[in-house]
Nanobody, 123 residues
Framework: QVQLVESGGGLVQAGDSLRLSCVGSGRTLSIYGMGWFRQAPGKEREFVAA????????VYEDSVKGRFTISRGHAKDTVYLQMNSLKPEDTAVYFC????????????????WGKGTLVTVSS
């Protein structure tokens, strides 16, 4: 099993930046892909960004390209999401995910999840 804990959420104004962090524990050596999804009020959870184990492959949802950057920690059990130029529509609970393989996260989810951290962007 893998446990994930997110941190870094908060209330910011439009145009501000936030950095989310996620630390894994347990069987982290089995983790290949890590990423971030988000769920806005009244909506389904959606893909935001993912990164493979080496960090050389990253994928982003179109609306965050150029504003968000995903990165992997040196120990490979951590993942970060640098969010710049935040917009009110970025308001959501952000979930960290970990996967034992690499998949197309536009259409599927990951194997393990954190409990989420709330990001609120005011206009």
């Amino acid at each position: 099993q893998v446990q994930l804990v997110e941190s870094g959420g908060g209330l910011v104004q439009a145009g501000d930046s936030l950095r989310l962090s996620c630390v894994g524990s347990g069987r982290t050596l089995s983790i290949y892909g890590m990423g971030w999804f988000r769920q806005a009020p009244g909506k389904e959870r959606e893909f935001v960004a993912a990164i493979n184990r080496s960090g050389r492959l990253t994928v982003y949802e179109d609306s965050v390209k150029g504003r968000f950057t995903i990165s992997r920690g040196h120990a490979k059990d951590t993942v970060y999401l640098q969010m710049n130029s935040l917009k009110p529509e970025d308001t959501a609970v952000y979930f960290c995910g970990a996967d034992l393989r690499w998949r197309d996260y536009r259409y599927t989810e990951m194997d393990y999840w954190g409990k989420g951290t709330l990001v609120t962007v005011s206009s």
